[in-house]
């Protein structure tokens, strides 16, 4: 161990501190000698006190709230706790409970963890961003907040997402966490309930203008690229016009992508070559709609509709077998409210303000939901698809629970076992007339992790799309096909860091076939990707 701290400055470094892991010797060299109980512990025992800690706690709030806080302390020792069981704890520091925790992010707030850049800092982006400790940044997750989960507009309350995402990053793909900066950009708040609550920790004042947006991201993008050069920036909850606006005009001149819009698309395919598995067909062959047109709708499309034309089908083609529906209803020609992502997937058709009967006259094989309009699929709707197609694909995909468009259960019961089905949350086994099903949960950290581990990897310039289908592809070939028979259209969450490197490993190779890599192509990739990995465990004494 080598550190310039002492004492209780060294205990209070989340990166070099070790608790009651440091040794007599290390004591005695470190002066923290009286500064820690006597018993000299290892990291396992530690890792057992705080799954006892965490059993007694009454809720998954109060369990994120100690996961926080000795994320503070002991950087070492959460993510070492985290690894014990990933499948149990992703749903603790990421989605659902990150939803609650953002709700009262002012209110159970301890240490900032990230950095905060407000509008009213225009014209010393750059001087900000340097008040950061680390000098190699490798990836800024960045959010303003203002569309999150199902939450729409929480304002700085937002800076639990680019937390969270990056931790999963280490957890799920061993992305080492020092070079990891989340990033709320505050541009205020049109939530009058927060402006109103004393405890809120952002600007007060309504958000501005596009161009005054566009304008503060242009300086955040270029101080960026001039302070941490090998960085990629990691789109999170924006605004859907905005991060669809974004995504387009930064994509092929910087290192970024937008985990709603290509991380969901990524996923949502994966999910679907597994389906098409049960279903039988070629996904060029099918049918889509959608209920919801934002920035995740659009993704996905555009996602499904790239992997059909890498399937032979002209683009053109493959737009024309995907519809949207939003809340004004089908997107159809005679629309005048239609932004230019919109336009393409707006097909001739009489309009219509009922999902059911557009269900009945397109006879989609395929449904998708990102509405966060809760009950969506009904029974009308699912029984439609179910007389349509024999095996009826349904992927209810908006979160938190109270926000799906049906649940697991409700597609199995209403189609009568027929439903092949995948979640944006993770339900419980449902058992259906002697059959068990097992629903998968479409969920963005099968993907994001692996193509940022890829990306950190080879130094990529880019992410584009092709790093996305390969990611999909990658993770639906390790659904077995036993798996497969029980409506698992995902791998088990349990297995989440062999299947995040699996992927990633895939991806790589992609980066490097498409001549974007920074660094020389390895002779073996999987043995290069696997050595670079974090593992939390405490330095050899």
Known sequence: MTTELVGKTLLLDKTENRSTAFTSTQRKEYGLEGLLPPAVETLDLQVERCLRQLAIKPNNLEEYIYLSQLADENQTLFFKVLSTDPARFLPIVYDPTVAEACLKFGHIYRKPNGLYLSIDQRGR????LKNWPIEDIRFICVSTGERILGLGDIGANGMGIPIGKLQLYTVCAGIPPAPLLPVL????????EYLKDPLYL???????????LDSFVQEFVDAVQELYPKCCIHFEDWKGVDALRLLEKYCDTITCYNDDIQGTGSVTVAGLYNALKLTGGKLRDQRVL????GSAGIGIADMIA???????????????????????GLLEPSRTDLISEQVRYAHAHVPSKSFVDVVRSLKPSIIIGVSTAAKAFNDDVVKAMSEINEKPIIF???NPTEKAECTAEEA??????KAVYAGGVQFPPVHFNGQEFLPGQANNFYVFPAVALAVFATEATRVPDELFIEAARALANLVTSEQLTKGMVYPPQSNIFEVEIQTAI??????FDLGLARVPRPSDIAAWVRGILYKPEYPAA
């Not at 950009?185 to 009058?192: A, S």
């Not at 790239?306 to 004004?328: C, P, R, T, W, Y």
Request: proline share 0%; hydrophobic share 40%.
């Open 290 to 293: 959608f209920l919801g047109a």
């Open 185 to 192: 950009l505050d541009c205020g708040t049109n939530n009058e």
């Open 125 to 128: 982006v750059k001087e900000v």
């Open 306 to 328: 790239s992997a059909m034309a890498l399937e032979g089908l002209a683009i053109e083609k493959a737009h024309e077998q995907i519809s949207l529906f939003d809340v004004n």
């Open 202 to 212: 952002g600007l007060r004042q309504k958000r501005g203008t596009v161009e005054e």
């Open 506 to 511: 895939e991806v790589a190779a992609k980066v």
């Open 412 to 417: 199995y019961k209403w189609s009568n076992g």
């Open 396 to 398: 209810a995909l908006s």
